[in-house]
């Protein structure tokens, strides 16, 4: 009788141990989540996990304080299950959270536009750690925390579309021509049409009224080529006294008919004492066969002779700048 007792005092002592120990786990936990919070607030940090059993989710209030939402509007959603993530980053989020499970990258870290209550998209890093797993060393929770770096973004944006321009002409420059060309190697830009233009009198214009005059002839023809093409074209100070335009979708019908309202706009223009007027040449390519740097090269074959067949006539604009000069002398 006394064993049995004691057994009863030793097993409620355990019971009373192991709930004091569950208890202190439990206010420890509160009290370091609290402390997390705290030194979250304000830091424009979001925190969100991932779970084999519950998939991705968000912790409301980190969220809510990151993209300016109230807590509630956030409660217990599904990221992916939301319209929080851009459409045009979610498929890559995706891809890359699946390679960090499988083990096929070593970590995850990923950049994307999330959307705020005030209707812009936010720049965000994402990174995240397997906290968790089976016995079969298959992960089962993943915790991750996004930060805000709308404002470096758009820093680093800005950078690289002012490397990516022309200072005299403001048009894009041939970095970007290359790396067009490149995103255009593709059956939805069929057909593709390249227009090579070289600015004639540049050099004349330089060595005769100085590089104002060379710089000013350079910024009307931006203008005239800018004007007379689309919107969706992409129209490049490919160096020196060159240009070259990228046209998507364009026959080779529709891009001589562009070529044809440069010569006439160029024709009407009277700025400076040198006639403004450009030698063009157009190529295009109508299947994934022709190799794009055989298109651009013919293109400018085309334009270079096009610029000896008016030679007579660059003869007689000549005589008639220097007319102008001796006029203005």
């Known amino acids: 009788?006394?064993?049995?007792?004691?057994?009863?005092?030793?097993?409620?002592?355990?019971?009373?141990?192991?709930?004091?120990?569950?208890?202190h786990i439990h206010q420890e936990l509160q009290y370091q989540r609290k402390r997390l919070e705290l030194a979250l607030a304000g830091s424009r940090i979001g925190l969100w996990d991932w779970s084999s059993t519950h998939g991705f989710s968000i912790r409301?209030?980190?969220?809510?304080?990151?993209?300016?939402?109230?807590?509630?509007?956030?409660?217990?959603?599904?990221?992916?299950?939301?319209?929080?993530?851009?459409?045009?980053?979610?498929?890559?989020?995706?891809?890359?959270?699946?390679?960090?499970?499988t083990g096929k990258s070593k970590a995850f870290e990923e950049e994307l536009r999330l959307l705020a209550a005030d209707g812009t998209w936010r720049w965000a890093l994402a990174r995240a750690v397997i906290v968790a797993r089976d016995r079969h060393h298959r992960p089962t929770r993943v915790v991750g925390v996004t930060v805000d770096i709308t404002g470096h973004k758009q820093a680093e944006l800005q950078l690289r579309e002012?490397?990516?321009?022309?200072?005299?002409?403001?048009?894009?420059?041939?970095?970007?021509?290359?790396?067009?060309?490149?995103?255009?190697?593709?059956?939805?830009?069929?057909?593709?049409?390249?227009?090579?233009?070289?600015?004639?009198?540049?050099?004349?214009?330089?060595?005769?009224?100085?590089?104002?005059?060379?710089?000013s002839l350079?910024?009307?023809?931006?203008?005239v080529l800018k004007s007379n093409c689309r919107a969706d074209d992409i129209v490049t100070r490919w160096g020196g006294d060159?240009?070259?335009?990228?046209?998507?979708?364009?026959?080779?019908?529709?891009?001589?008919?562009?070529?044809?309202?440069?010569?006439?706009a160029c024709e009407e223009v009277q700025a400076g004492p040198v006639q403004l007027s450009v030698a063009l040449g157009v190529a295009t390519r109508t299947t994934l066969a022709e190799p794009l740097t055989q298109v651009v090269r013919s293109a400018e074959d085309w334009m270079y002779k096009?610029?000896?067949?008016?030679?007579?006539?660059?003869?007689?604009?000549?005589?008639?700048?220097?007319?102008?000069?001796?006029?203005?002398c």
């Open 60 to 101: 409301r209030q980190s969220y809510a304080e990151l993209l300016g939402y109230d807590q509630d509007t956030l409660a217990s959603q599904l990221v992916f299950d939301t319209a929080l993530i851009h459409p045009e980053d979610l498929p890559r989020l995706r891809s890359s959270l699946e390679d960090y499970l």
């Open 242 to 264: 060159e240009f070259a335009i990228l046209l998507p979708n364009t026959s080779e019908s529709e891009a001589l008919a562009i070529c044809e309202r440069i010569r006439t």
């Open 218 to 223: 350079l910024v009307n023809a931006a203008r």
């Open 162 to 215: 002012l490397s990516y321009k022309d200072p005299v002409t403001g048009l894009y420059n041939r970095t970007y021509f290359d790396k067009k060309l490149e995103e255009l190697d593709g059956a939805e830009a069929l057909p593709l049409s390249v227009i090579i233009g070289d600015l004639n009198f540049l050099k004349l214009a330089n060595d005769t009224f100085g590089h104002d005059t060379g710089d």
């Open 306 to 328: 096009h610029k000896l067949t008016e030679r007579g006539d660059d003869a007689q604009r000549w005589e008639a700048i220097n007319a102008r000069c001796a006029h203005l």
């Open 1 to 23: 009788m006394t064993m049995t007792v004691l057994r009863i005092l030793l097993a409620a002592l355990a019971l009373l141990v192991g709930s004091w120990y569950l208890i």
